[in-house]
């Protein structure tokens, strides 16, 4: 796989803005671990091995244990989150695939047991966010492997 064009170059402002979204992220409301994991899993939906490859190498640099990486893909059936956790997920899922599902009423009731409004605008914009990088990565053919955890300033 080759990378088709580089936006980085292509459009500065724009990777610029995204970095300024990334800024926020870092500190928001929510718990960076929670937000990695919740990029890891868009990306495992939109399908972005970029972005699969960053997350899990980030998670792994802060001490996520391996095995909740392992399971993400089927944590519906996994013992291994919280409550909490769960809520997010599947919040994750439901705005990922906004155009199947168009965020039902029920997920919202469930997220807002354990998110508060805040916290529920930051897992959105976080959501937001990846699915933005992921379709820049997706679009741009961005090879994955060469990322380095922590590595954010150079790549998204």
């Not at 926020?24 to 990695?36: G, M, P, Q, T």
């Not at 966010?129 to 790549?155: E, F, H, M, Q």
Request: include cysteine.
């Amino acid at each position: 796989m080759e990378t088709r064009f580089d936006y980085h170059e292509g459009a500065p402002g724009l990777f610029r803005a995204m970095m300024g979204l990334e800024e926020y992220l870092r500190n928001c409301s929510i718990d960076h671990r929670l937000i990695h994991l919740l990029k890891l899993r868009a990306s495992q939906i939109n399908g972005c091995a970029y972005c699969i490859d960053m997350h899990w190498k980030d998670l792994k640099a802060i001490g996520e244990d391996e095995q909740r990486m392992y399971e993400l893909n089927a944590w519906r059936e996994s013992p291994f989150y919280t409550e909490r956790e769960r809520a997010a997920l599947e919040w994750t899922e439901a705005v990922t695939c906004v155009r199947t599902t168009h965020v039902p009423d029920d997920v919202y009731e469930r997220v807002k047991k354990y998110f508060s409004q805040q916290e529920i605008a930051d897992l959105t914009g976080a959501i937001a966010t990846i699915n933005a990088w992921n379709r820049l990565a997706i679009a741009s053919r961005t090879v994955p492997g060469a990322y380095k955890p922590g590595d954010y300033s150079k790549t998204a």
